[in-house]
């Protein structure tokens, strides 16, 4: 008898979870539940230099990208990110089943992403490339007859370089890798004849190898790869929050409003009486963009932090889309008017 | 006379009863659970916009793979080649035959190591059993997917990649060709892009290779502390009575030992076997192109991972159940009990 | 009358060194030959493993102590950590001592509650993302060793069951469960557990509810032979005697099937420990993923033999410990001797 009691009200408990757990969820924006648990869940690579790496020393996931991670949890007024490596091929799961809010992973904006999630604007105009040994003969995508080609797996550049050779008909072996260091290290060590991806990457990696010149960035960019953050999709709120982050970090740096003047109240309120835009821009949502401004910077500042000309990982960025609009790239924001 | 009838206790203690309405309820339960689930599936799903479409299979993969193999013509039902124009479900089959391929091969070579290792533990040779020991030992107690991730970037790879300062291993009049790119047999060398390569014959690729002898390796440990169990499981006095019959060491180990072990050994090296095949989806982490990291290409060139890996589990799982049913029908056959 | 008896002593079996070589060395020509050949080859081997091992890059190791301990942990909470992992490595040096002196088992299980207790409350402010490392591949472990116990009993009883809809339904989830690889359980489960929580829950534990759900399908097969073989009669003169079915399991059959259940419960815990290292490809940075993010700063770019050399023997120096450890419990428990 007890036990025919103790089940009855097993049925009764699971039958009310149940009832509960499927009533429970109102669809709500994933802001409220950022907001709710303190901390923004990230998609980084994690294993990209200049984009998103660990540093040992001092025990943070610096980088492009994470520097980008840290803007959206300030802009939110969010103390903690926490970072979630993701390979390319487990990045887009990770966002639809939403296990994390939004993903800074040198990711491409294509259509057919595009029908499962959002993305953000573009942080950074990139093309794919081939990265040779110095003393290769491959001088492009004609030469690659035969070769063997390393590249990430799920990624643009799988795909690309797929078509390209197959628009010559030639034949070649393809070596994918998880990680864009590995690929780097299969031509390292003489696993593959080129490895090709996104140029950025592949200036990267060259400049961390000990000794630079081993290796050449050779042809001309034969893809367009606008490189954005997403998020799921159908969430305007959420994907507010993470666009007018970065579009706030590039007004920022067309008004030459920096770190250090985000930083000093005095020089700060110089600014924004002068500038009335100025004055939309530090006072939107709360004071939400000084706190980004304050925590990592404006967009030229994030960039120059691991691509300007002083860092190893130097990407130039003078001439090409990467610059601001006004300027003749490519790089744009909105304006900041009520 | 009047025979009583069986005194029937009350409802509420018949066992019979009872059972009835412990299962009801389990259903019950079970069913409740489901429904549950399923319920805040489906408003994830409404919420997060994704409908589940299985029609993206048939779409062309437009990737090429890393172990290049044949598959199945989904329109015709013919085996052909597998090219980026085919579609992703060919693609999935073409991995799958990947899966296959490293499965059989490595099942030969993890025998033949686990059953030279078995016997050298029992051998009385001191240095031997101990040598042998610390094999069983190391292998056992390592991830495996370490030891692939060690064979592959810190072993294969590290090979000579046929350039002029690090040229190829070339044995018996280039029969055998051993690059960073792979093992040839029969090949032709060619100098292609600066390095000296090996074109036609058998070409074994190193994603390949390191999982073979990954998966072999580790499995072998175990099959030898099978083979050993089952050796010592034959009575010291089959041996005995073999030896003074004249049998040399050898032939008594063969034609009396041996063939008694077999019927013990068998039933757990089928499980070996099976655990082999379903380890070698971790070849994901080398990027061999087999069932599991053909699926996760898919996956993320079409980002329908649900649909994917749905697939690839129940793929995983008809494997499994096939080859269950072939050791069973081997076990029934030999008259053994099913493990 | 009194006779004097003389007392035997056994022979003396103790062997010269000399005498046991000859034995078990060089015992006949195709021995000596063997044992020649093996030390040969063994010799070349291990001069050939030290020269490398004196000039491999060990600093990939020796400089990042703590990275690979705790991950990406902040650097003002890793001093708490620090002192959890001095207490858990202190209590288990007492276990084994205590072991050795044969303590009174209440005792060291009293001694590791107060270790757990004191644990729990110094890493109270440590989220669980934040913990990375070895100690991630040591929580991942008990963790899901702990839960999954449980739950394979239940499963294993189930098994067991007359009834036949609750033995179908705990064969089918082990017969599932047993047909598909770890990894692809991972896979599936990670996407379809954040789908039903809709990301609340954290990584780290959704990884646990895999492992736990993974590992209990085996445990249950365990239980299943543990409890069939305990001889039919006990269980039916406990039933003669009165006790009901759950009693019965509970007293009666599981406390003798767990004895014989050890030595493949060991086994099993000991696999699922090294499983842990699976989850570095659902982008957890435990031991393995640890080693990776290191492998991509520029560097230790080539030095993955230092790192998966160094893998390898952590996960070997655990892995034996906790089959040492099994071998001295069965000893004690007296199994196989019957």
């Not at chain 2, 029992?122 to 069983?136: D, F, P």
């Not at chain 3, 000859?22 to 030959?33: E, M, P, V």
């Not at chain 3, 001093?79 to 072991?99: D, F, H, N």
């Not at chain 3, 085996?218 to 299943?224: A, D």
């Amino acid at each position: 008898m007890r036990k025919v009691l103790g089940l009855a009200l097993a049925v009764v408990l699971a039958v009310g979870l149940a009832a509960y757990v499927s009533q429970a969820q109102p669809p709500r924006s994933r802001l409220d539940a950022v907001r709710a648990r303190g901390q923004l869940i990230c998609g980084v690579s994690g294993t990209t230099v200049g984009f998103s790496f660990p540093d040992p020393v001092s025990g943070r996931m610096i980088g492009f990208d994470a520097d980008f991670c840290r803007a959206v949890a300030a802009f939110i007024d969010v103390p903690s990110v926490e970072f979630v490596n993701l390979t390319s091929a487990s990045r887009i799961p990770a966002v639809l089943a939403g296990s994390v809010d939004v993903v800074f992973r040198t990711t491409t904006v294509t259509i057919g992403r595009d029908d499962q999630i959002d993305f953000g604007p573009v942080t950074f105009f990139d093309g794919q490339r081939l990265l040779v040994k110095s003393d290769s003969r491959i001088n492009g995508l004609d030469d690659l007859n035969g070769a063997r080609i390393c590249t990430q797996t799920g990624t643009t550049s799988e795909r690309n370089i797929t078509d390209q050779m197959r628009l010559r008909n030639f034949r070649f072996t393809l070596v994918t890798f998880a990680q864009p260091g590995e690929a780097f290290n299969g031509l390292v060590t003489g696993r593959c004849d080129v490895w090709t991806t996104d140029a950025s990457q592949l200036t990267a990696f060259r400049a961390t190898a000990p000794n630079p010149a081993d290796f050449k960035l050779v042809g001309r960019e034969f893809s367009d790869e606008p490189l954005a953050p997403f998020y799921q999709e159908n969430d305007s709120k959420w994907a507010d929050v993470v666009d007018y982050t970065v579009y706030g970090m590039v007004l920022a740096e067309e008004l030459g409003v920096t770190q250090a003047i985000a930083r000093n109240p005095a020089r700060l309120s110089e600014i924004t009486a002068r500038d009335p835009i100025a004055k939309n821009l530090m006072e939107f949502k709360g004071n939400a963009m000084t706190r980004v401004l304050q925590l990592v910077g404006n967009y030229g500042e994030v960039y120059d932090r691991y691509f300007g000309p002083r860092q190893r990982t130097a990407i130039l960025r003078d001439g090409t889309r990467n610059e601001l609009a006004r300027t003749g790239g490519a790089i744009s924001s909105r304006p900041f008017r009520p | 006379m009047t025979v009583h009838p069986a005194a029937r206790p009350p409802i509420w203690r018949d066992a019979r009863v009872l059972e009835v309405v412990a299962q009801v309820l389990f259903v019950v339960l079970v069913a409740v659970a489901i429904w549950g689930v399923s319920e805040t599936l489906q408003r994830s799903f409404v919420r997060q916009n994704i409908r589940l479409n299985w029609g993206f299979f048939r779409q062309p993969a437009g990737f090429e793979l890393t172990a290049l193999t044949w598959t199945i013509d989904l329109e015709t039902w013919r085996f052909k080649d597998y090219e980026p124009t085919d579609s992703y479900a060919e693609a999935m089959i073409a991995g799958l035959f990947n899966t296959l391929k490293v499965a059989a091969l490595g099942i030969v070579v993890a025998t033949a190591l686990g059953v030279l290792v078995g016997v050298a533990r029992l051998s009385k040779n001191w240095l031997v059993n101990r040598l042998a020991l610390a094999y069983v030992e190391f292998l056992r107690n390592t991830p495996l997917l370490v030891q692939l991730f060690f064979w592959y970037f810190a072993v294969i790879l590290q090979l000579p990649d046929g350039s002029a300062q690090r040229p190829p291993l070339r044995l018996f009049d280039d029969l055998i060709v051993l690059t960073n790119s792979g093992l040839v047999f029969g090949g032709t060398v060619v100098e292609r892009f600066g390095r000296l390569t090996a074109d036609g014959g058998l070409q074994l690729g190193p994603e390949f290779a390191a999982l073979v002898v990954g998966l072999a390796a580790y499995t072998s440990s175990f099959i030898a502390e099978i083979i050993r169990g089952g050796i010592l499981a034959v009575s010291r006095g089959q041996m005995e009575a073999a030896r003074s019959l004249g049998l040399p060491y050898g032939m008594a180990l063969r034609l009396v030992v041996l063939p008694q072990a077999l019927r013990i050994v068998i039933p757990p090296l089928g499980n070996q076997y099976l655990n082999l095949t379903k380890n070698s989806s971790l070849a994901l982490g080398i990027g061999y192109a087999e069932f599991l990291t053909a699926a996760n290409t898919v996956s993320s060139q079409s980002f329908r991972s649900l649909e994917a890996f749905t697939f690839v589990t129940l793929g995983y799982l008809v494997i499994s159940l096939v080859i269950s049913a072939i050791l069973n029908l081997i076990r029934s056959r030999m008259g053994l009990a099913a493990a | 009358m009194a006779t004097h008896v003389e007392a035997l002593l056994p022979p003396d079996e103790r062997l010269t060194p000399w005498d046991w070589a000859r034995r078990n060395l060089f015992d006949g020509w195709w021995n000596t030959i063997l044992t020649a050949g093996v030390a040969a080859a063994l010799l070349l081997a291990s001069v050939g493993i030290v020269r490398w091992a004196t000039r491999a890059h060990w600093s990939v190791v020796t400089d990042n102590p703590r990275f690979w301990l705790m991950g990406l942990m902040p650097v003002e909470l890793a001093r708490l950590a620090y002192w959890a992992g001095g207490l858990v490595a202190v209590a288990a040096l007492l276990t084994v001592l205590g072991v050795r002196a044969r303590v009174r088992p209440r005792t060291l299980v009293g001694l590791w509650v107060g270790i757990l207790v004191a644990v729990v409350w110094l890493m109270w402010t440590v989220r669980l993302d934040q913990i990375g490392g070895l100690y991630l591949t040591v929580l991942l472990g008990v963790v899901a060793i702990s839960a999954s116990f449980p739950l394979g009993v239940l499963v294993g009883m189930g098994r067991v069951s007359r009834l036949p809809v609750v033995k179908g339904f705990a064969t089918l989830y082990i017969e599932f469960i047993r047909g598909i690889p770890l990894i692809t359980v991972l896979l599936w489960f990670f996407i379809f557990v954040t789908l039903v929580s809709g990301g609340s829950l954290a990584r780290v534990v959704r990884a646990m509810i895999a492992l736990t759900i993974f590992t209990s399908a085996y445990v249950g097969e365990i239980v299943r032979a543990g409890i069939q073989s305990v001889p039919r009669g006990q269980s039916e003169a406990a039933r003669a005697v009165g006790l009901s079915a759950l009693q019965t399991m509970g007293y009666i059959v599981l406390p003798q099937a767990v004895k014989n259940m050890i030595p493949a419960l060991v086994g099993q815990f000991i696999s699922l420990f090294k499983d842990t290292s699976l989850t570095v490809i659902i982008g957890l940075s435990e031991l393995v993923g640890t080693g990776r993010s290191l492998l991509a700063i520029g560097q230790y770019l080539h030095d993955e033999r230092e790192v998966y050399v160094f893998l390898l023997v952590v996960y070997f120096m655990f892995s034996y410990a906790m089959s040492s450890g099994s071998r001295v419990l069965e000893r004690r428990l007296g199994l196989g001797e019957r």
